[in-house]
């Protein structure tokens, strides 16, 4: 890609997200992902109303009055992408590709950090850690970050989000927010590396799925390449329970999914490409 042109393309992406974090996000984010405790402030004169578990007796007694300690919240935090590469991501049929719609979540997510002070990292990941972006303050450095999210191109196809979870457990060795980004279309069992990564950190999953992964129209007989392995195969999609098995399938798959979420105390949200992504992120956040 011509550098003129990637430029536009991270100018629109940051025009659109940066809009959206101003908006909408920047006050929920603030409200859903607290910092890392209570920091002590300064001293004032004790009003009516005040806990008086928050006197300063020592203070008090060397000023012969009544003085309080004021607290505030530790707001400064890490957070960190951990973004799906794997070939899957090039598809959609709807709106837009569900790689297109990580860059706007990822570029969204970013904006809403850095307007609380907040460092972001990401891990770019298929089945190996493609590249490891440390966790950095400033526009220039969320920039750069959606213009690799654009312009990256994984060495591998397949995934594996346990490798991913690891990587994260042992280079981020402070607590921290950690959104993974995922389609989540993984054949290894990653449920043990969730649980783990999860006591370090705060981890919250956005599961992307394109409307198609979930229903099969009636088009005929149709060849299907699985995009991570190059695997072929032939559906006759003309075949009323094949769509039915294949909608039970995606709909079990996606259940499977949440319920294994909720078992490791991981919050969650599925966005479609065919849909906006404000409503279930502002419902995330919401939630928490």
């Known amino acids: 890609m011509e550098t003129s042109e990637l430029l536009k393309k991270v100018r629109k992406v940051e025009i659109k997200t940066r809009g959206l974090s101003n908006q909408l996000f920047s006050g929920e984010y603030h409200t859903a992902f607290k910092g890392k405790g209570m920091t002590f ?7 009516p109303g005040d806990d008086i578990r928050s006197i300063d007796w020592n ?3 060397r000023f012969n009055n009544t003085y309080i300690k ?8 890490t957070v960190m992408l951990l973004v799906d590469i794997s070939a899957s991501g090039e598809f959609g049929t709807q709106k837009q590709l569900k790689h297109e719609l990580i860059t706007e979540l990822c570029a969204v997510l970013a904006f809403s950090a850095i307007q609380n002070n907040d460092k972001i990292g990401v891990i770019f990941f298929t089945d190996k850690i493609e590249k490891f972006i440390p966790p950095k303050k400033g526009k ?3 920039l750069r970050i959606i213009r690799d999210l654009i312009e990256f191109k994984p060495q591998h196809k397949k995934t594996n989000i346990k490798l991913a979870l690891r990587y994260l457990t042992n280079v981020i060795k402070k607590r921290s927010i950690a959104f ?6 993984d054949n290894n069992d990653f449920i ?9 950190h705060d981890l919250v999953a956005l599961r992307i799925f394109d409307k198609r992964e979930m229903e099969l129209p009636d088009m005929g007989l149709v060849k299907f ?8 195969v032939w559906i006759d999609s003309s075949v009323k329970d094949v769509r039915a098995h294949f909608y039970a399938s ?7 999914l949440k319920e294994m979420f909720n078992k490791c105390g991981v919050d969650s949200a599925e966005i479609n490409t065919s849909e906006s992504y404000i409503k279930p992120l502002m419902n995330l956040f919401k939630r928490r």
Do not use: C, P, W
Not at 70 to 77: A, I, K, L, S, T
Not at 180 to 185: A, E, G, P
Not at 225 to 232: F, K, P, R, S, Y
């Open 180 to 185: 993974v980004i995922s389609d989540f279309i």
């Open 70 to 77: 004021v607290f505030e919240e530790e707001r400064e935090m």
């Open 250 to 256: 995606a709909k079990k798959r996606a259940a499977s």
């Open 59 to 61: 203070v008090s007694a």
């Open 225 to 232: 390449m699985d995009a991570e392995t190059g695997a072929l």
């Open 140 to 142: 220039s450095h969320i």
């Open 41 to 47: 402030s300064e001293v004032r004169e004790y009003q």
């Open 192 to 200: 043990d590396a969730l649980k783990i990564a999860n006591k370090k």
